[in-house]
């Protein structure tokens, strides 16, 4: 089989959305391919129906895919919650990238969420504060396309372990491409100084992983990573990726 084969079986089912079996067969093939590779036949394979999301902790993603795809959508979730300089790189990336940012918004502002389920929901019901305010959303902003672009990688945690190149996101029933699982933490790194990407300045103050401002903590030398997000309440994912 080939990459053409694996485009061309696609188009044929559109007319049912039934795009489980070419997932699988994408999958399979993608395996291993650079990054580059995987995001071409994401491009080629669902035109306009496909978008990338992007929190702006960088914007490597971004770079990747349009380089690829010019004018590409980059959904980010407008939280209500973001550090101001998540916010200036969202507003940098526009001016330097060629992509269209789309700024999703939940159904709530902050002040309406403190007035209807009290303030500092993200504190004492962090799931559902993260429901509301980017997995709901998120989950609208995503009806009109096939595919959507993830920056997810499998060393992030043991929740993403498993993550495959190609997957079938059952629950928002299309395709989900992860272009960048098997990278390490040493090639985003190469990436980003071999070309130039926009990061948001908090990574210079010891944020590696960068949410919500009242859900994200500065991490010590030496510890996980990811250990700054939703510290001490015994969570580790906002749920859009579960």
């Given at each position: 089989m080939t990459l053409v084969d694996?485009?061309?079986?696609?188009?044929?089912q559109r007319g049912t959305l039934d795009l489980q079996d070419i997932v699988e067969s994408a999958a399979?093939?993608?395996?291993?391919?650079?990054?580059?590779?995987?995001?071409?036949?994401?491009a080629a394979t669902f035109g306009d129906r496909?978008?990338?999301?992007?929190?702006?902790?960088?914007?490597?993603l971004i770079d990747l895919v349009s380089r690829v795809k010019p004018g590409v959508d980059v959904l980010f979730i407008d939280t209500g919650y973001h550090f101001a300089e998540t916010v200036g790189t969202r507003?940098?990336?526009?001016?330097?990238?060629?992509?269209?940012?789309?700024?999703?918004?939940p159904s709530r502002t902050v002040a309406e969420q403190d007035r209807d389920l009290g303030p500092r929901l993200f504190g004492?019901?962090?799931?559902?504060?993260?429901?509301?305010?980017?997995?709901?959303?998120?989950?609208?902003?995503?009806?009109?396309?096939?595919?959507?672009?993830?920056?997810?990688?499998?060393?992030?945690?043991?929740?993403?372990?498993?993550a495959r190149v190609?997957?079938?996101?059952?629950?928002?029933?299309?395709?989900?491409?992860?272009?960048?699982?098997?990278?390490?933490?040493?090639?985003?790194?190469?990436?980003?100084?071999?070309?130039?990407v926009l990061i948001n300045p908090l990574h210079y103050d010891n944020y590696p992983s960068i949410g919500c401002a009242p859900c994200t903590r500065q991490v010590a030398e030496g510890e996980d990573?990811?250990?700054?997000?939703?510290?001490?309440?015994?969570?580790?994912?906002?749920?859009?990726?579960?």
């Open positions: 694996i485009e061309v079986g696609l188009r044929d399979t093939f993608l395996e291993g391919a650079p990054a580059r590779e995987i995001i071409r036949w994401a496909l978008c990338l999301t992007s929190s702006m902790s960088d914007a490597l507003d940098a990336v526009r001016q330097v990238y060629d992509v269209n940012v789309i700024d999703i918004k004492r019901n962090p799931d559902l504060c993260c429901y509301l305010r980017k997995v709901e959303p998120l989950n609208r902003a995503l009806e009109p396309y096939l595919a959507w672009i993830s920056g997810i990688r499998r060393d992030e945690s043991a929740a993403r372990k498993d190609v997957e079938w996101d059952a629950k928002r029933q299309m395709v989900k491409v992860n272009p960048i699982a098997a990278w390490t933490q040493e090639d985003v790194d190469n990436y980003i100084a071999d070309n130039g990573p990811r250990s700054g997000r939703w510290a001490g309440l015994g969570k580790v994912e906002c749920g859009i990726h579960l």
